[in-house]
């Protein structure tokens, strides 16, 4: 299908979401829409699958202007989204997904899955995306998920195919074998619009780049554009695609992770047996892709998770199984994965979640009453100093973007006197600006002695901060090597290749 | 590649410890222990129990089933150590699913060995023997109502909606019920009646919850309160002025041709009023669509995963209000139901049944199968809790009519965390 | 007209009334008659509407006098200067009512705020009244201590009674919803049991009363016996659970803990703060607040309890959730909401005295004014408000989450 945006404008008050977007997506074309976030991707997607409607401009379908009411419309139009954060009911089967809204029918209204499994196992063939049809969604590993979301769009009939975001949660070599598949569809005449920040899959893939930035199309580009430029159309400005580092210094020991063993929600080993150590004035980097227990080990270390057996100390002092109070009370400093869940109270004000972590120390509070001088006075220092943009700072929270949002919780934990900093994706849906301040901030403390452990599923931001990276696979520590490993190596060990078969 | 590895993943051998299970085997064995010794040991050795078939009232009779005396003391010492195996077992195995099957089946036999004893021969009571008939009939009207409850708990909550008006539906349809069929002596208006109230109010949930994103909770008790006070409030406008309105008759038994003398099943299941066999029906309907249909996929989608029914076109707004109208209905035809069995409609009878069936909703594990099976333990419960007066137990009565309600505690508490409700359920639904 | 919470509240209270003027309309056989008698007739229609407004207006007019002030009686005593006692009767009796009902809605707030539904709070004030009562005609002390520890009694009875769902709620997860709701039924049965098989029950008598409270325990009334004014010291005590209520949310470290469990019960958690802690002594307040309401209850009141006690419309536990939900589970909110539902309900007594409607209706009202004020949104369509805030009812906890 050859899918026209023309002139797409959507604004939410004030804020100009879109503004005058168009773009051209042509049969059979790979078309890559590079923004960084809160570009305004994910409104002109939601525009365009008929869950918003645009102010001004008009969608054009093989030369036919179209307007879309809903998504039911957009999918019998041969539109198939394929969602950042899937759309699969988790305990229901592949089959059950993929059908659900457009279920074969015997008598008595009753869902023919023979039917559906055959058409399920033909389209597995015939784009070579195989998967056991009954399966249960839960079970499955996110790569054959995302195979999942891309069958049910096929199964559609879609002819042209939004990935958004597509690669956050895979391996390296998942999104090798995504490319493929993409590729193939393309073959067969699919057209794919290909929603991404990341510079190094648009080049890898696209036929065509469309770069936006805060709400309007900057201009195209060709796959053989340099990174830097396409880095300076998205954001702006020239960007410093690497961190300043100091030399690396390190002391003494300052975490020490022995032979952890922890377990998930469903009582499967999440974390076998990991050991670590990082010292003072080190960032150790922990790499691999989402959900090979980085997170349960996160929540094990601030007192967040039962620890079955192995040990964990900070300093000589014992912290397993500690209280999560008792951790944040040792020095521990934690910026959780998901801020707006664990990392703040958005209803509350700025200055109340600057000391939500240590509100009954004093001068905050005194014998169980709080200190609202003292209380303001911090929060006035530390917006001051770590430049957090709000209105006052008895806003709400919920009143400031990601990544002032994120930067409150930044300067939360580092103004409070740290033995060590855990944080955990700290740069996920931030702008370019506010990466860059964060992965400042975090080299800064570590060029003045603080020892920190970085989770992070981005490859690029790994190598960009770590001192040493070590590499989590299905619950263990594949390997650790220093800075001047490769990515190849890197990506390769994420995927679970040993570090002698990675060439390290 | 990596399906392998997660199958691997799962057939590690899984570290397990949860102290809960730990705890629910404790309390089976202590219930056990109770047994064997303060009611085995407290019967003569000589003490004997009846145990008889047939019902009281010899209309529609079934076959005649000769009775069963058993040593009182024996039987109970024997229930006792069946309840103590299953809890060494829940200690040992720790079992993943069905403890609280096992509790149940506990809660079972302790209740029988407690009426073999009461009904011991020499002892205090004046009447010896144990009529197995009557306590299953007896019990299957309250079991009845439970299931119109939890059904209609099901039909709410598999799309995502939580009703806690159950109570206040019950109260509604009770009341109009008995209206209607003291007025026309007619049972199948009075139904009509009562369903259709239940599904005002069930529209009237919906309505607050969904269109105005209200806390679900809070509007099905702020309901509840209100209809409970309307029932007040109309049984003394109406009813006192007009007992016409109110004249308590029962509905009749309509035996099944020769099933209903099956001993023992006969009566229970094949000689009972057409809201029982009704409330059968609705079970298969309700599992049937539930699982099988197209429209039962819906719901559940809505119920686990709203955003992504919406993607592929469901109405998620629609299928709710639907389904909390017909779990409304549902709830209505239950409480008409309890009237027809239970007689003149009083301020406060229904006693608190709509939040029963709720536990035995979560107990069913929000499967109209399982929620049957719940309803049934709740059931003989609540029955044999004012039952047990008549065999002049050293009980207190007040302390007896405590007991449904504190097994219902005992069972939410033990299941709360090992059953996964509808993803969805209570969270109102926010479109873009 | 932009549409504060308190414009929407007042407008909701308006609203409540439509509905409450709905049901007597629809259910009084007089109005029904008239409007029948409408096909009959041109006259019929306006005669109707008459007996509408007659009826409606009587009743409310009672629920009016029955509560404030008696306009007729006022001037007469402002210009006689007699007869003020018969005058300030009604808000006596509202005053009276309210006390009480303010005590239990605080703690039923408290638990809202941090996002636990107490709906036990009736339960927990039967146990903590009987508990009370039992220090308070069993045990002879001079008043000074009589007084004070009668009403710990009530306290501890009430604490006693929400430690088991808060103990069940921290350490195995169970739904408070239905476990409180549950436990009211275990104290209903066992204040039949007090009041009929214990020591407690009244020497003598064969009924279920309990025994009557010592004059030593009773919170007098302010204006003595004489005046026939029921206003009591009660007041004082309701005045200080508002102030302690207001420190405990607004100042005190653990009310911060409290607000960001109810607020966000992750964040919570990863802030260190201990979920079943506060848990545990959330209900522990709340239920100890019910409890002292009903101590206070009896002693400003009948200074007996009886098989009655806190039953269906009486029951301020459960009156006590509406209240809280009207005054947004704040102390100052919830004291102007008290007093307009213990105007309602004794105002309802008197609408029952006078016009034969049942008082229960009283509580229907109250329900509708909550319903609405549970949707701002939909208020202000019915107004065609501007919204400055749309906040509904929300507690972050949903369903049967944990």
Redesign the interface.
Known sequence: MQLELRGITKRFGSLVANDHISITVEPGQIHSLLGENGAGKTTLMNVLFGLLSPDEGEIVINGLVTPIHDSGQAVRLGLGMVHQHFMLVPVFTVAENVVLGFEPTKSLNRIDYRRATDEIRDLSQRFKLEVDPEAIIENLPVGLQQRVEILKALSHDAELLILDEPTAVLTPQEIDALMEIMRSLAAAGKSILFITHKLKEVKAIADVITVIRQGHVVGTAEPTTSESELASMMVGREVQLTVQKSAFKPGDEVLQVRDLVVLDDRGLVAVNGVSLDVRAGEVLALAGVQGNGQTEFVEAL?G?RHVESGSITLHGKDLTNV???H???SGLG?V?E?RQ????????SVA?NLV??T??RAPF?RR???NFAAVNQHAEQLVHDFDIRTTSIQAPCSSLSGGNQQKVIVARELSRPLEFLVASQPTRGLDVGSIEYVHRQIVENRNRGLGSLIVSSELDEVMALGDRIAVMYEGRIIGVVDSTATRESIGLMMAGTTMEAAGV | MSLVATQSAQNVATLVRNR?TRVIAVLMAIVALFTIFALGSTCRSSAHSVLTFTPINLVNAPWHLGSLTVLTRWTVIVLGLIELALAVEVWVREPRRAVMARFGIVAILFLLAVLFWAARSPGPSPIDFVNLTSILVGASATTMVLVYGSLSGVMCERSGV?N?AIEGQFIAGAFLGSIIASTTDNFYYAAIAGAVIGGVIGLLLAF?SL?????????G???V??L???S???N???FT?FPNFNTGNLAPNLPIPLLYKIPVLGPVFFNQSGFFYVMMILVGVVSFALFKTRYGLHVRAVGEHPRAAATVGIDVIRVRYINVVLGGAIAGLGGVAFMATQGQFQ??YT??YG??A??AL?FGRWRPSGAVVASIIFGLSVYLSYNLVTYNVPI?I??L??FP??I??AV???L??RVR?PAA????YERD | MTASPIIVAALALVLGLVVGAF?IAT???TVLDAWRGMFHGWGGFPHALNVTFDNVGAAYRAIFTGSVVDPQGFWRSLTTGKGWPNTLTPISETLTYATPLVIVSIGVGIAFQTGL?N?GANGQAVIGGILGAVIGSMISLPTVLHVPLTLLGGVAGGMICGL?PGL?KAY????E???T??????TY??L??AV??TPYQQPGQENDIGRTLDPTAILAPLFGTKSGLRVSYGIFVAALVVVFAW?LLD????G??F??TG??P?????????AKRVIVVVFLISGGLAGLAGIVQVATTTHYIDGGFLI??AGIG?TA??VA?LGRNRPLGIVWASLLFAALDVGGRNMQASTG??L??A??IQ??I??FV??P??VKEIFRLKSTQTT????ST?????
């Open positions: 601030v967040m209280t999560p109070r951790a944040l009370d934690h959780p998901d869940r664990d990392g703040l109270v958005l209803t509350m109340d939500l972590n509100p009954r509070a169980g009453t709080r | 809960r939580v806690i607050f269109r105005y994103r209200s806390d679900q909770i809070i509007v008790i702020v309901l309160t209100a409970s006070s309307l007040s409030y109309l003394l406008q109406v002025p301020v406060g006693s608190g939040y029963i709720l536990a979560i207190s007040y302390f009519e405590m309600y504190l219902t505690i939410v508490a033990g709360i965390g409700p359920d209570g969270r109102p | 049901i259910t009084t056989p539904f709906i088991v069940l195995t997860g169970a739904h919803v239905i476990v709701l549950m436990f009211n039924y275990v049965a066992f039949l049991y009929l098989s420190w100042r005190s470290s653990l911060f803990d607000r960001v607020a966000n992750s964040a919570a958690r990863a802030s260190g703060i201990s269906g419309s459960f959730i509406t939900l409607i049942p229960d209706l509580t229907v329900c509708a909550v319903l549970a949707t949104v939909m509904g009812l929300h507690l949903t369903g049967w989450g944990t």
